[in-house]
């Protein structure tokens, strides 16, 4: 048995514009870049969507709503960052009024070697391949969106 001390859950928005282009985000935490879809930890004490509704606050300063459950991580994948712990990614399909406040960029990577620096993009679904993307769920989802299509 597991104690609940052994799970990070993660919990993530798809967010499609009328373009079909997908917002990602570029990061630099723990001493890496990353490029990931926008989101983050679960909190003690909170629900996935309260978590994801705040994560966008927190990271875009935007209100989402969501439209629906996307995908949940179905097989053992080991968490990068923290030793011992088994990843549980939760992605929903989100969508905003805000959509117009969102800072982007159409540069990959344009930010500082900074612990917390932080650049939103948006691009296109169709161009986009796994490979651009840093963590295995990640790539697995954009797959299973590229897909329902």
């Not at 919990?11 to 985000?25: D, E």
């Not at 990061?27 to 309260?50: A, D, S």
Request: proline letters at 4%.
């Amino acid at each position: 048995m597991n104690p609940s001390g052994h799970f990070n859950i993660r919990v993530y928005g798809l967010l499609i514009n009328t373009l079909k282009q997908v917002l990602i985000t570029d990061e630099y935490r723990m001493g890496m870049y990353m490029t990931k879809f926008p989101g983050g930890g679960l909190e003690y004490g909170e629900g996935t969507i309260e978590c994801l509704k705040r994560e966008f606050k927190e990271e875009l300063d935007i209100n989402v709503s969501i439209k629906a459950h996307f995908y949940t991580t179905d097989y053992f994948q080991k968490a990068l960052f923290f030793k011992d712990m088994q990843l549980i990614s939760i992605y929903y399909l989100v969508e905003s009024t805000d959509i117009d406040k969102i800072p982007t960029t159409s540069v990959i990577n344009q930010i500082p070697k900074v612990e917390g620096a932080q650049a939103f993009r948006w691009v296109a679904i169709e161009s986009l391949t796994p490979d651009k993307f840093t963590f295995p769920i990640d790539q697995k989802v954009l797959e299973l969106l590229k897909a329902t299509l």
